[in-house]
């Protein structure tokens, strides 16, 4: 689901989550695990990442309506604390894609 590799002080994480990387909440609790690892490591950098063609196609949406209300209420909350841990105390750039 997510690769997590060091090079240095810098950190890689790589989201292997199907074909798209859609937002789910396995793939948010997840995250949240590797961010809040992430912060408590001595790395000094963290590039995230996608395989394949893509970063993310977003939210799940075939699972929230297959799966309903019961499946939002859990997917909202570990939406948020993905969120949280993301920014927390953290410094965001846009990586610029580059193509030799």
Do not use: W
């Not at 997510?2 to 950190?11: F, K, W, Y």
């Not at 990387?21 to 793939?27: A, M, S, V």
């Not at 105390?89 to 580059?98: D, E, Q, V």
């Amino acid at each position: 689901m997510i690769e997590l590799t060091s090079r240095g002080d810098i950190a890689l994480l790589r989201l292997q989550h199907g074909k798209a990387n859609t937002l789910d909440l396995e793939l948010c609790q997840a995250l949240t695990k590797e961010l809040e690892a992430f912060r408590q490591s001595a790395s000094k950098a963290l590039v995230v990442t996608g395989s394949g063609r893509i970063f993310s196609a977003g939210v799940d949406l075939r699972r929230v309506v297959d799966e309903g209300a019961s499946y939002v209420r859990a997917f909202l909350p570990a939406a948020a604390a993905c969120r949280r841990s993301h920014s927390a105390g953290t410094r965001c750039s846009p990586a610029r894609a580059s193509r030799a």
